[in-house]
């Protein structure tokens, strides 16, 4: 199971951290990501890691804004964004690949992830 928590309304150009723990399965042999979703548009990529932390991939549009880190320890998966715009406004959800794909790969795309957490709502405002 992953559960995102620290969704909120905020102002552009402010900073949200998102987390995502999990329970059920040790995260540390599997590339962790989030993606996100506005009303009518389709989920998009937003960010991954790979097993140990040392690679991430991010959408061009949050390059440089949005950081993914992981801790193994606690099973968790973060998001920290800064400089927040309206168009960042989404439903953000956290997500697991479980394809073995060695410990350097960072999942590019929504389709590879496998498991999906229930989101969590971050609300932008000009």
């Known amino acids: 199971q992953l559960v995102e928590s620290g969704g909120g309304s905020v102002q552009a150009g402010d900073s949200l951290r998102l987390s995502c723990g999990v329970s059920g399965r040790a995260i540390s042999s599997f590339a962790m990501g989030w993606a996100r979703q506005a009303p009518g548009q389709d989920r998009e990529f937003v960010a991954s890691i790979n097993w140990r932390g040392e690679r991430t991939a991010y959408a061009d549009s949050v390059q440089g804004r949005f950081t993914i880190s992981r801790d193994n320890a606690k099973n968790s998966v973060y998001l920290q964004m800064d400089s927040l715009k309206p168009e960042d406004t989404a439903v953000y959800y956290c997500?697991?690949?479980?394809?073995?794909?060695?410990?350097?790969?960072?999942?590019?795309?929504?389709?590879?992830?496998?498991?999906w957490g229930q989101g969590t709502q971050v609300t932008v405002s000009s």
């Open positions: 997500a697991l690949d479980l394809t073995y794909s060695g410990p350097h790969y960072t999942t590019p795309t929504v389709a590879e992830f496998d498991y």
